[in-house]
């Protein structure tokens, strides 16, 4: 058989079973097929009368049991002050989340005097302005060392709190009456303080993940206008005067290409005119007549006389041959062709 | 920012936390000029290094109540 205790010299325990005689030596043997600590039956059938008296009261109702703050920046703590289970709340605390003030109502957790004293220390915190959540605990122990958190009083005074309760009272196979009644059971000290606030190292992940977040919104935005500005600064270059100077500037060179070839052209007209000009006066040229033996004769203005009226007599007259000038005198001249203009003077 | 610093330090880690949070989701869905994206990001900045640095150099404070007296003691 497996005892569910140890058991020692001078504890008062009830025991069960048969009972076998050993009738040479004259002895009784009890065999014992199952063992408690004396009181415990009693104080068990206590303890399931008063849970059903309460639960039929709806003090453990789901719907009493109020949410718990994610980062509580106040806790109260109702437990022994010099106990292991401070300890453990104390040292996850600082390891999960030492932001939280902890304000800690110590208590007397075994014995007559326990439920009052847990009583006043729920008051106290309750009376504390700011208090987000109250843990109420207590290390391992025996259902007798565990029950002053089956005290009526205590079970309603944790069902009154203004402020939400979590329990951690014992070990993971424990139930006390004030477990039912919290908001939350832990199943120990440690779990409750665990339960009670979150792990920094979360937290600092989360604060990472919203720096990224921030970092990433901040590109995004600068991105945004980046490109926004380079929209608008090539729209603008195309508005540009220089594109327009340019034009203007083709349309120039343009203008002064046909510029010059038609003053090229122009000049290259005027010089064939002026070598058919010449031509048309080389064929012209008189004294290519007077090599032919005609003269040309001039009065002394110098004008071609044309006409014998224009020629008196005694009139001096420059006569133009081929090889030179003979200065003649007009001695006489005669009329042949009145009607026509003139002709000239010939010697 | 000196301005901005000293008012950090009047805020509770709770209290820094929900405004970043605040500031990311305004940086992520709002269409603000770009001054006042700087200096939501700036401020942004500060609240993540300030929410860093009290989960980090926390020391956990402890007061310790009489409830019987009603008195009120600090210690560790």
């Not at chain 1, 600064?233 to 510029?259: K, V």
Request: charged share 25%; net charge negative; with cysteine.
């Amino acid at each position: 058989m497996r005892l569910p205790l140890t058991l020692q010299s001078g504890m008062a325990i009830e025991a069960h079973g048969g009972i076998g005689i050993y009738e040479r030596d004259g002895q009784y043997q009890l065999y014992v097929d199952a063992v408690r600590l004396t009181g415990e039956g009693a104080l068990y059938q206590e303890f399931l009368r008063l849970k059903a008296r309460l639960e039929a009261e709806g003090l453990f109702d789901p719907e009493r049991k109020r949410p718990l703050p994610e980062r509580p920046s106040k806790l109260g703590i109702v437990t022994s002050a010099t106990g292991a289970a401070l300890q453990d709340i104390l040292n996850t605390l600082r390891r999960r989340y030492p932001l939280t003030e902890v304000i800690l109502a110590p208590c007397a957790v075994q014995g007559d005097e326990a439920p009052p004293q847990i009583i006043r220390s729920l008051a106290a915190l309750n009376a504390e302005p700011g208090m987000d959540v109250i843990l109420v605990a207590r290390g391992g122990g025996s259902l007798e060392d565990l029950w002053a958190f089956n005290d009526e009083r205590v079970v309603r005074a944790i069902a009154d709190s203004s402020v939400p309760v979590i329990t951690g009272i014992g070990h993971e196979t424990d139930f006390t009456l004030s477990d039912f009644a919290a908001d939350l059971r832990a199943p120990t000290p440690t779990a409750a303080a665990e339960i009670a606030v979150p792990n920094a190292v979360d937290l600092l992940d989360g604060i990472r993940m919203l720096a990224g977040r921030l970092n990433f919104a901040l590109q995004q935005v600068s991105a945004d206008l980046r490109n926004l500005l380079n929209d608008r600064s090539s729209r603008l270059e195309l508005l540009s005067p220089a594109w327009r100077l340019r034009s203007d500037r083709q349309l120039l060179d343009e203008l002064t290409g046909r510029l010059d070839q038609a003053a090229q052209h122009r000049l290259q007209l005027m010089q064939s005119e002026v070598r058919s000009a010449y031509r048309h006066l080389s064929s012209l040229n008189p004294y290519a007549v007077i090599q032919r033996g005609y003269a040309i004769v001039t009065d002394h203005a110098g004008s071609i006389v044309r006409s014998v009226n224009q020629a008196q007599v005694d009139d001096v007259l420059d006569i133009r041959v081929a090889d030179g000038m003979i200065l003649s005198r007009v001695l006489s001249h005669t009329d042949e062709h009145p009607s026509e203009g003139g002709s000239d003077e010939r010697k | 920012m000196k301005e901005s610093e000293s008012k950090l330090a009047d805020l509770t880690y709770e209290q820094a936390f929900s405004e970043l949070e605040q500031i990311v989701e305004t940086l992520e869905t709002a269409q603000k000029p770009l001054d006042e994206t700087v200096k939501l990001y700036e401020r942004g900045q500060l609240l993540a290094k300030y929410c860093s640095a009290l989960l980090e150099q926390a020391d956990l404070r402890i007061r310790q109540l009489n409830p019987n007296t009603g008195a009120v003691e600090t210690g560790d």
